[in-house]
């Protein structure tokens, strides 16, 4: 069975630490991995990762994925209280063409 | 407007009514989905339509029923629910079905039901 695996669960820092977060998948056929953001309301795109080994960047986000060992992982240098949210990890099955979602990882980053 | 619409934001019924909750996308996309996010659950996709056709239900139950009048309007029409239905309903719209596309969220219905 299809499934994605996010880790840790929820997590709490401080202003200005760097955070990593950590998406694992077994998912048939796969195609992309997708991370959104999304905070009191809908999911909010952040990167979009089809090849192995090439970080992609976003002012302090950044994200590379290794398919051959099946995880992806999630970057915040300088993190800012604005970074509290819930990150969604979701990869695309080309067999079935659906997508599927981890838990989701909540961060709480304190002032 | 841009993007992803939905309609209305928050919705209480009781279960016996009937209601439907309305998406609207702005993207010239062919493909729309709904998904079902329960708290502390992973999102969970209900259906999905490709050039307004239905391809994936996901073994919902039939008191939701979907409907897809054309490309650019989803609806979710709701009768006899339960109390456990309760959650947010995000519709999102992607270029195509098939990946790797990215798929765009509205901001979802907060539905409860009593």
């Known amino acids: 069975e299809d499934k994605v695996v996010q880790s840790p669960l929820s997590l709490v820092v401080h202003e200005g630490d760097t955070v990593t977060l950590n998406c694992s998948y077994e998912v048939t056929n796969f195609r992309s991995l997708l991370w959104y953001k999304q905070e009191k309301k809908a999911p909010t795109f952040l990167f979009m990762l089809t090849s192995s080994g090439i970080e992609k960047k976003s002012g302090r986000l950044s994200s590379i994925l290794d398919k051959k060992e099946l995880f992806s992982i999630l970057n915040i240098t300088a993190t800012q209280t604005g970074d509290s949210a819930v990150y969604l990890c979701?990869?695309?099955?080309?067999?079935?063409?659906?997508?599927?979602f981890g838990q989701g990882t909540t961060l709480q980053v304190k002032p | 407007e841009t993007g992803v619409t939905q309609t209305p934001r928050h919705l209480v019924m009781g279960m016996t009514n009937k209601k439907s909750l309305k998406c609207e996308q702005h993207l010239g996309h062919n493909a729309m989905y709904w998904y079902k996010q329960s708290a502390k659950k992973p999102l969970e996709l209900m259906f999905v339509?490709?050039?307004?056709?239905?391809?994936e239900n996901n073994s919902v139950p039939s008191r939701f029923s979907p409907e897809c009048p054309n490309s650019s309007h989803l609806f979710l029409h709701l009768h006899t629910l339960q109390p456990e239905d309760s959650a947010l309903y995000l519709c999102a719209s992607s270029q195509a079905m098939q990946p790797p596309n990215e798929q765009f969220f509205g901001p979802g219905t907060r539905l409860t039901v009593l």
């Open positions: 979701a990869v695309y099955s080309g067999n079935t063409g659906k997508l599927i």
């Open positions: 339509y490709s050039l307004e056709e239905r391809v």
